[in-house]
C-alpha cells in the first residue's frame, strides 16, 4: 500500500506560480512511476503530467507544456510540480498518483491516488 500526501496548492493570481510537492509513505518509491492530474468542477480528472522512475523521462499534458516542470526526488520520496504561469484554466484540485505498472495518461494506469491539493488562480 502506498500512501500519497500532497502539498502546496493555495490561491495565486493569474500569471503567478505554485509548486506543489506529494510525499510518498514507501520504501519502493523509485519503483513507481509518478503522475499529477487535475480535476476542475463538473469536469473529468485529466492528465497533467508524469515521470519516470528515475525522473529522467517526463510526459506533459499540451496545456501545460513549457509552464508546468514535473521532477521527483527519489531520495526523499517526493515528486514536485512546478507550475509558472497560472492562468484561470489551471484552477482545480490537483492529485498526484502512483502505478506500478505501465503508465499512461489514463487515470486507470495508476494504482494509488493521494487526496489532492486545490489551487485556485484569481483574475
Known amino acids: 500500500q502506498v500512501q500519497l500526501v500532497e502539498s502546496g496548492g493555495g490561491l495565486v493570481q493569474a500569471g503567478g506560480s505554485l509548486r506543489l510537492s506529494c510525499a510518498a509513505s514507501t520504501r519502493t518509491f523509485s519503483m513507481y512511476t509518478m503522475g499529477w492530474f487535475r480535476q476542475a468542477p463538473g469536469k473529468e480528472r485529466e492528465f497533467v503530467a508524469r515521470?519516470?522512475?528515475?525522473?529522467?523521462?517526463?510526459y506533459y499534458a499540451d496545456p501545460v507544456k513549457g509552464r508546468f516542470t514535473i521532477s521527483r526526488d527519489n531520495a526523499r520520496n517526493t515528486v514536485y510540480l512546478q507550475m509558472n504561469s497560472l492562468g484561470l484554466g489551471d484552477t482545480a484540485v490537483y492529485h498526484c498518483?502512483?502505478?506500478?505498472?505501465?503508465?499512461?495518461?489514463?487515470?486507470?494506469?495508476?494504482?494509488?491516488w493521494g487526496q489532492g491539493t486545490q489551487v485556485t488562480v484569481s483574475s
Open positions: 515521470v519516470s522512475r528515475s525522473g529522467g523521462i517526463t
Open positions: 498518483a502512483a502505478a506500478g505498472g505501465v503508465a499512461t495518461s489514463s487515470p486507470q494506469s495508476y494504482e494509488y
